[in-house]
């Protein structure tokens, strides 16, 4: 894929206008340098090809093969694969919690129409809130704000260890061996 090609597939991808210097600033080159690659016909490489998936969130390349993927099914790939919005997530976390928009509401101090606005991601939680839901329900903050992992965090050790501990107490109470 050459420079050309790449702003024609980025610009189709993103539905916005893609500049040179945007590739360039991707890349962390400079704009002349863009400008050289692109009247010589210069290929992209497979590093460079990496850096601007993730600079524009675009998908270029199979993850298998590394082959790059025909344009039109890229469109729809990149269509599809969108992640939930960070709204439709908290909406996933509030129901797995078991909590209405009003008990949702009622334990963050905010108004259940104040939940359904960040549901539909019109507004978002400060950082107060979000570290209340990481300490007291062990909400994964990097699921919630990117899509990234499990909806929760594992249990931290001392959980583990004290559910083993009570377990342990049981079985050798009812064993006898302890009162």
Known sequence: MDFKELQSTLQKLTNSKISLTQIGDALGIKLSTV??????????KYNEIKKIENYFEVKLTDNKSGAQINCNYLSNYNKYSKSESQGERLKKIRQALNLSQDDFGAIFEISKQFVSLLEKDKTFLNNEKLVKLLLDYNVNINYLLGGIGSMFNPPQFEQVEDDLTQKVENILRKNGLID
């Not at 400008?35 to 992209?44: A, D, I, M």
């Open 35 to 44: 400008s050289t690659r692109v009247k010589n016909g210069s290929e992209l």
